[in-house]
């Protein structure tokens, strides 16, 4: 994750101390949603470091009508915030309504809040649209002194916008997901460790990756993580890198000589497929 300057670590520090009383006075006097949007505007410029004037705006229009408030760098739209009431516990119906602004506009990244509670999401452009939560925070519990708290909001700050920390940290994410440990879990380079462990521990017994991958499948992995769309694509991403990884080899040790390249390349295809095939 990229690290935060340290003017904006001073910048978010001291809008944690002075922002936090303020909402939760807000949340005491349970104010509306109008309310609410003024403060999180003040929020989005004195923690995250946007401009009020250039950068915030209340006006753009999404099928005649209004989002709550959106975020333009550069003339471009970033991502689009949908608010509710600070006494308002957000909820699915929320999510999908921002989502849908932002699909609207081809905009990847949609926020939601109430002031307090904080969630951002990746906007997956597929048939349905689907959204994935990237990050989420509550700032009246976070405490200044955290460094970790500190990261995730620079997350979402103009500097963190900037160096694509968003993205950067949907990334890590994804690539640390249930689904892709799952797909790592069951394929073959892991399947034969864990068969020559096996063997290590309980000398004299013959364990065949096929048993391996099926106690995997039915007494270890839950069900769920290996299947559906997400599931696949998973397993997909992991045979499609155990086919890189085994055309790199073969030509390091075949060298660079132009048919045996070709060759590799066409082989690597197959092992990828095969692959595939395997962990499904």
Same mark, same amino acid.
């Given at each position: 994750? /990229?690290?935060?300057?340290?003017?904006?670590?001073?910048?978010?520090?001291?809008?944690?101390? @002075?922002?936090?009383?303020?909402?939760?006075?807000?949340?005491?006097?349970? %104010?509306?949603?109008?309310?609410?949007? =003024?403060?999180?505007?003040?929020?989005?410029?004195?923690?995250?470091?946007? #401009? @009020?004037?250039?950068? $915030?705006?209340?006006?753009? /229009? !999404?099928?005649?009508?209004?989002?709550? &408030?959106?975020?333009?760098?550069?003339?471009?739209?970033?991502?689009?915030?949908? %608010? *509710?009431?600070? +006494?308002?516990?957000?909820?699915?119906?929320?999510? @999908?309504?921002?989502?849908?602004?932002?699909?609207?506009? +081809?905009?990847?990244? =949609?926020?939601?809040?109430?002031?307090?509670?904080?969630?951002?999401?990746?906007?997956?452009?597929? *048939?349905? !649209?689907?959204?994935?939560?990237?990050?989420?925070?509550?700032?009246?519990?976070?405490?200044?002194?955290?460094?970790?708290? $500190?990261?995730? &909001?620079?997350?979402?700050?103009?500097? +963190?916008?900037?160096?694509?920390?968003? %993205?950067?940290?949907?990334?890590?994410?994804?690539?640390?997901?249930?689904?892709?440990?799952?797909?790592?879990?069951?394929?073959?380079?892991?399947? #034969?460790?864990?068969?020559?462990?096996?063997?290590?521990?309980?000398?004299?017994?013959?364990?065949?990756?096929?048993? =391996?991958?099926?106690?995997?499948?039915?007494? %270890?992995?839950?069900?769920?993580?290996?299947?559906?769309?997400?599931?696949?694509?998973?397993?997909?991403? $992991?045979?499609?890198?155990?086919?890189?990884?085994?055309?790199?080899?073969?030509? @390091?040790?075949?060298?660079?000589?132009?048919?045996?390249?070709?060759?590799?390349?066409? /082989?690597?295809?197959?092992? +990828?497929?095969?692959?595939?095939?395997?962990?499904?």
């Amino acid at each position: 994750m /990229s690290s935060v300057p340290k003017k904006a670590v001073e910048r978010i520090r001291a809008a944690i101390k @002075k922002f936090q009383p303020i909402l939760q006075t807000a949340k005491t006097r349970d %104010v509306n949603e109008s309310d609410t949007v =003024v403060i999180v505007a003040d929020l989005l410029q004195e923690l995250f470091g946007y #401009d @009020k004037y250039t950068e $915030i705006t209340s006006e753009h /229009s !999404i099928r005649s009508t209004f989002c709550d &408030l959106a975020i333009k760098l550069d003339g471009a739209l970033a991502f689009l915030l949908e %608010v *509710k009431a600070i +006494g308002i516990e957000l909820k699915d119906i929320h999510v @999908k309504q921002a989502v849908d602004y932002a699909a609207n506009q +081809g905009c990847d990244w =949609v926020g939601l809040t109430n002031g307090a509670t904080w969630r951002v999401y990746k906007v997956v452009f597929e *048939k349905p !649209i689907q959204n994935e939560l990237v990050i989420e925070f509550d700032l009246l519990s976070l405490s200044h002194r955290e460094q970790a708290a $500190i990261q995730l &909001l620079g997350l979402l700050s103009k500097e +963190g916008w900037q160096k694509a920390g968003l %993205v950067e940290h949907h990334s890590y994410k994804q690539a640390l997901n249930r689904f892709t440990l799952g797909a790592i879990l069951l394929s073959e380079p892991v399947v #034969d460790v864990v068969r020559r462990e096996l063997r290590r521990t309980t000398p004299g017994i013959k364990v065949e990756p096929t048993d =391996v991958r099926s106690l995997l499948i039915t007494e %270890v992995i839950k069900r769920d993580v290996l299947e559906g769309e997400k599931a696949t694509a998973a397993k997909r991403q $992991i045979a499609r890198a155990g086919g890189r990884a085994l055309r790199q080899r073969r030509s @390091k040790d075949d060298g660079d000589d132009d048919l045996t390249g070709d060759a590799d390349v066409d /082989s690597g295809a197959d092992v +990828g497929t095969t692959d595939e095939a395997r962990l499904n």
